[in-house]
């Protein structure tokens, strides 16, 4: 394994020659975060309980001894120096730990010595200890930083206008002055499910999302979505209310009492045709079509599946019926506790995310965060871009570029002043994730 902190100071480790493909993420211990609403369920799944605390001791020493010890190797003209700014105390030190992780793997597939991380501790909900550690990286001349992962730290980011932020956030896909995000935004989620909706010919859409904090976001983002006759229903999170407002949604009752009218008249009658009806019928609980023929779920983790659960209660068809939700990370409860046939969703390469994961395991014995593909490529982005201007990044202009850039993710490109990545569409079917 690559040593990921060299002479006490900061982690400097290789990787190999970027390749257009440049790199990965995956899973980890359930924390569903409200900061992560729109696709971004983050989990975590210890193994290996004894290994984990031993990895996280070490890797809070390493980085101790990284603030206390300055670096006394000389910085050539060509060395890509790259600041990282993650949460290594708090709430979310696991996920902090698993980015740092995550870059080190990113550096080996790299293989350039002349990269150097310098880490830093971010915190959580802490902006004194955000500020110092953006201090701390100015007064080593680091112009370029990976995170922090709240988008709520961007004010205090767009301060240090000298300094380029690429940020996992999933908030907002639009470059700002001197911030880039990463995170597979609600656009482009967006994106993908208006072309999928439209190659599958669906005429009548309903796009469904809870009312919470998030409410304004998509409110916002859904004015975009060009699909014809498209219908918005917001429901109450709470499950005991959300059951009767997908019966609204569907006209459950009165399909329900068209069944029961219908069953009464064929029970009257003798003739065969109508007992062949009538015992067809007894296998439903409804008659009659939903005045949609698809929908959109913009919701995640058990939410969403109390949303699943209440419109197989009511009885929609789902053979006529699209019913699509937004990136789930391939979480596999999503297959396992909800009743629906065929369900579809936007999401990353699963071939390269299985991968990672795999070598990530691996290495280091344990599962990583989803979030810390968004790392991974954000790394390889910054890499590509400093060959591509002859080992410099003056600005986030330099990155905003024609081509488009193949990670770990899957295929992306700054389109309109935005990141947006060309998502595939899978769908969950007979316990398997197949790519549509």
């Keep these: 394994m690559l040593n990921l902190f060299k002479s006490f100071c900061e982690c400097l480790v290789s990787s190999h020659k970027i390749k257009s493909d440049f790199f990965s993420t995956s899973t980890a211990r359930k924390v569903i975060s409200s900061k992560f609403p729109i696709g971004v369920e983050t989990m975590y799944k210890p193994v290996f309980k004894s290994f984990i605390l031993f990895l996280k001791k070490l890797i809070l020493t390493y980085i101790l001894l990284s603030f206390n010890f300055n670096c006394f190797a000389e ?143 998509v409110d916002e983002k859904i004015k975009n979505l060009d699909l014809n006759k498209k219908k918005i229903f917001k429901y109450d999170p709470d499950p005991k209310l959300l059951t009767g407002q997908i019966e609204k949604l569907t006209n459950y009752k009165q399909r329900k009492r068209n069944l029961i009218s219908r069953v009464k008249i064929l029970e009257e009658k003798d003739d065969e045709v109508s007992k062949i009806e009538l015992r067809k019928l007894e296998q439903k609980y409804t008659i009659g079509d939903v005045n949609f023929d698809s929908v959109v779920i913009i919701d995640f983790g058990d939410s969403l599946k109390s949303v699943l659960t209440s419109l197989v209660y009511s009885d929609v068809d789902q053979d006529r019926v699209l019913i699509v939700t937004v990136n789930q990370w391939f979480d596999k409860s999503i297959f396992l506790e909800n009743s629906v046939k065929n369900l579809y969703y936007p999401s990353v390469e699963i071939k390269n995310f299985e991968k990672y994961k795999k070598k990530y395991f691996e290495t280091y014995k344990v599962l990583p965060n989803e979030i810390t593909i968004l790392a991974y490529d954000a790394l390889g982005l910054i890499y590509y871009i400093w060959n591509k201007n002859d080992f410099k990044i003056n600005s986030v202009k330099d990155f905003i570029i024609r081509d488009k850039i193949k990670g770990k993710i899957g295929t992306f490109n700054f389109i309109d002043g935005k990141l947006i990545q060309d998502l595939s569409i899978y769908k969950v079917s007979n316990k398997k994730f197949v790519k549509f």
């Design 75 to 217: 910085d050539n003209q060509k060395s890509l120096r790259v600041g990282l700014l993650a949460p290594f105390s708090g709430e979310y030190k696991d996920m902090g730990q698993s980015i740092m992780l995550s870059l080190q793997l990113a550096l080996g597939e790299i293989g350039d010595d002349n990269i150097k991380i310098y880490p830093r501790d971010s915190g959580y909900n802490n902006q004194e200890k955000l500020i110092q550690s953006i201090e701390s990286l100015k007064e080593q001349n680091i112009k370029i930083v990976i995170g922090p992962i709240d988008n709520k730290d961007f004010d205090i980011l767009e301060t240090y206008k000298n300094m380029i932020f690429i940020s996992p956030s999933n908030m907002d896909p639009k470059v700002q002055n001197n911030i880039i995000s990463m995170g597979i935004s609600l656009e482009a989620q967006l994106k993908s499910i208006e072309q999928f909706i439209k190659k599958n010919e669906r005429k009548k859409t309903v796009i469904m999302y809870p009312k919470n904090n998030y409410e304004q976001l």
